[in-house]
Nanobody
Framework: QVQLVESGGGLVQAGGSLRLSCAAS????????MGWYRQAPGKQRELVAT???????NYADSVKGRFTISRDNAKNTVYLQMNSLKPEDTAVYSC??????????????WGQGTQVAVSS
């Protein structure tokens, strides 16, 4: 099992910045990727950014150049630095962990989510 705890959400004005954190605990040794997803009211959940255990990153086109995902392996924590925030970034942001065991089992874990609200 993997437990994910997010923090760092809040209310910010357009153009401002926030940093989200996702602390992982439990069976973290076989996590091969972590990411951030978001879901706005009335919309489907969408990928924001992912980072692999090797450090490779991937971003949604809508956040490229504004958001940066990073990880601190010593703290088992993944961060999402969000700059130049726009009202359309308003959503519940959830942390995700993709775990594949040596025996071939595949698990997906989710955090509880943290609200980000951007005012115009």
């Amino acid at each position: 099992q993997v437990q994910l705890v997010e923090s760092g959400g809040g209310l910010v004005q357009a153009g401002g910045s926030l940093r989200l954190s996702c602390a992982a605990s439990g069976s973290i040794f076989s996590i091969n990727a972590m990411g951030w997803y978001r879901q706005a009211p009335g919309k489907q959940r969408e990928l924001v950014a992912t980072i692999t255990s090797g450090g490779s990153t991937n971003y949604a086109d809508s956040v490229k150049g504004r958001f940066t995902i990073s990880r601190d392996n010593a703290k088992n924590t993944v961060y999402l630095q969000m700059n130049s925030l726009k009202p359309e970034d308003t959503a519940v942001y959830s942390c995700n962990a993709d775990r594949r065991t040596p025996l071939g089992y595949h698990y997906i874990y989710w955090g509880q989510g943290t609200q980000v609200a951007v005012s115009s």
